[in-house]
């Protein structure tokens, strides 16, 4: 079954406590992105990857890193927690060519990592 | 830059009625456009799209048409159900580009 998976699903820490959300995805796709969801706000790009080693920023970077050292997994770090980064997380992977009329892949999303910092 | 504006939710219906869910944008060149679906405690995933003006995307009794004249793409259904509960996101992706535009996002609530 075609699927992006992400974990923890749900996560509660502290602030400045170090951690990871993981993302693989089965579908050989070269394009992954790490969205936060937040009321008001709907989805926010973090970072993205358009293939191994290369990854680029999206909207709202600060606070985040990610690395993409593999093709399936494209790993979300928060290495300071804040609680301003208590928020909805989602993990997207697609086949590239999205800029091309006729060949626009479908984004495929994780079920979500809920993060909370205390 | 790029953008999409959407109906304010949340949006509240009764089981069978009609639905319409507006989405406009703004995009410098000949975006594709989405409607993509998040039901309650899961991600998102798309519902429909249209890739040049004047096509209709449609899926699961859902539909939208490409507008370039109104720089619109509506979202209707001619009688929702109470499984159609969701958040409703309007996208666009533009010509060359490789990053999906999203809006805030419409929460639909049908009751029964």
């Known amino acids: 079954e075609a699927q992006v998976t992400q974990n923890p699903r749900y996560l509660i820490t502290v602030t400045g406590k170090k951690l990871t959300v993981t993302c693989s995805q089965n579908m050989n796709h070269e394009y992954m992105s790490w969205y936060r969801q937040d009321p008001g706000l709907g989805l926010r790009q973090i970072y993205y990857s358009m293939n191994v080693e290369v990854t680029d920023k999206g909207d709202v970077p600060e606070g985040y890193k990610v690395s993409r050292k593999e093709k399936r997994n494209f790993p979300l770090i928060l290495e300071s927690p804040s609680p301003n980064q208590t928020s909805l997380y989602f993990c997207?992977?697609?086949?590239?060519?999205?800029?091309?009329?006729?060949?626009?892949?479908?984004?495929?999303f994780g079920e979500g990592s809920r993060l909370t910092v205390l | 830059g790029n953008s999409v504006t959407q109906m304010e939710g949340p949006v509240t219906l009764s089981e069978e009625a009609f639905l319409t869910i507006n989405c406009t944008y703004t995009?410098?060149?000949?975006?594709?456009l989405f409607w993509y679906v998040q039901y309650p405690g899961e991600g998102l995933q798309l519902l429909l799209k249209a890739t040049k003006a004047d096509d209709k995307g449609s899926n699961k009794g859902f539909e939208a048409t490409y507008r370039k004249e109104t720089t619109s793409f509506h979202l209707e259904k001619g009688s929702v159900q109470v499984s159609d509960s969701a958040v409703y996101f309007c996208a666009l992706l533009e010509g060359g580009s490789e990053k999906l535009v999203f809006g805030k996002g419409t929460k639909l609530t049908v009751n029964p």
């Open positions: 995009a410098t060149g000949y975006p594709s």
């Open positions: 997207a992977s697609r086949e590239l060519g999205g800029g091309l009329a006729g060949a626009v892949g479908e984004l495929f």
